[in-house]
């Protein structure tokens, strides 16, 4: 059982702490921020929004629930997913990226919640790690909307394709 | 929390391990290098394409070896690609894209596979991959920086030499996989 890192600056602390030193949580993000970026600047205000608050609405839910099924995986699973999207920077329409940003948050919020939940940890965490959430969107979308030239635009594709490898390691060590 | 909530332990170690596990072979680095080498000299979309097909194949060797899926014949297969890709670089061989990443991704299981699993104990597997996916990416592209000498006539032939030299040093690690 891995628990909850104490900051011992309180549980809001706790939380944008939890994001960070937590790549099965961190790197999705990034590679969200990264691929509402490519979409340009609507679509990224939007994701702004909407992965944060699905985020929390995921945690409050399995916070209530306490149950997390299968959390290496499923984490594994959404980095190859985003990852896998970024590389191949295919246009999506603004509704199906704003759905796909929406089951991403929900799915690592429940799985945030339930984890603390079980630990018996403090559910004002979730904040912390939805205020982590978008900062980084905030920061990874905005850079990549003010890129110009191609070849940046290139090394944000590599990104996700690394995001994916890494995501794709995770799901055999979540399998080992 | 299972997998979420954690303290860190083995983390940077982990990282740090995954990190110098590409550099710890001169058969690793040369193949990867070249990887880069060739995309530069084959320009776009292959400069950026090769790197990245490389990581993303690797990691589907490394899943391959985490979940105990049998890969006979890895050193030999590491060694071949040194060899191979060494004589595209020296020959300029400019296949159709597809090809191209074909190549470069069936090789790249075999460097995926012999890193998979050799996560020393005691340390994270999340960071020991973090780092083993940027050391591989950072030496692609140390060798598309050095590609870049491509677009002068003496720097092409400075490249094909180089990949001459791969080639060779490809041959010499072939000798040592299989007596």
């Not at chain 1, 997390?68 to 970024?86: D, K, N, R, Y």
């Not at chain 2, 083993?132 to 400075?158: C, D, E, N, P």
């Amino acid at each position: 059982m891995i628990h909850l890192a104490t900051t011992g600056l309180g549980p809001v602390y706790d939380g944008i702490n939890h994001l960070f030193r937590s790549p099965e949580d961190l790197l999705p993000v990034i590679a969200m921020s990264l691929l509402a970026g490519l979409h340009g600047q609507g679509d990224s205000r939007r994701i702004l929004v909407v992965l944060p608050v699905s985020w929390i609405v995921g945690g409050l839910a399995g916070f209530a629930s306490g149950v997390e099924v299968m959390p290496g995986v499923l984490t594994a699973l959404s980095c190859i997913a985003v990852g896998a999207l970024t590389a191949l920077d295919r246009r999506m329409s603004s509704n199906l990226l704003a759905t796909f940003a929406t089951v991403l948050g929900l799915l690592h919020g429940w799985l945030n919640g339930a984890g603390i939940a079980t630990s018996r940890g403090n559910l004002l965490a979730l904040s912390g790690i939805g205020t982590a959430v978008f900062v980084l969107v905030a920061t990874g979308a905005a850079i990549v909307v003010s890129v110009k030239a191609p070849w940046q635009r290139v090394v944000v594709r590599v990104a996700g394709s690394w995001i994916a490898a890494i995501g794709l390691l995770l799901l055999g060590w979540s399998l080992r | 929390m299972i997998g979420l909530f954690h303290t860190g332990k083995g983390a940077a170690a982990g990282f740090l391990a995954g990190l110098a596990h590409p550099l710890s072979g001169w058969d690793h680095i040369l193949a990867m290098v070249a990887v880069g080498l060739w995309g530069a000299q084959l320009g776009q979309p292959a400069i950026w394409l090769l790197p990245v097909t490389f990581p993303m194949m690797m990691a589907v060797g490394g899943f391959l070896a985490l979940i105990g899926v049998s890969l006979p014949g890895v050193e030999v297969g590491i060694a071949v690609s040194a060899l191979a890709l060494g004589m595209v670089v020296a020959m300029e061989v400019r296949p159709r894209m597809t090809i191209a990443a074909v190549i470069v991704g069936m090789f790249a299981i075999f460097h995926g596979y012999a890193h998979g699993a050799e996560l020393p104990p005691g340390q994270s597997g999340v960071t020991y991959s973090i780092g083993f996916v940027i050391s591989t990416g950072l030496l692609h592209a140390t060798g598309i920086t050095i590609g870049l000498i491509h677009r002068y006539r003496t720097g092409a032939r400075v490249l094909r030499l180089a990949g001459a030299g791969i080639a060779l040093a490809g041959v010499w690690f072939l000798w040592s996989a299989i007596r």
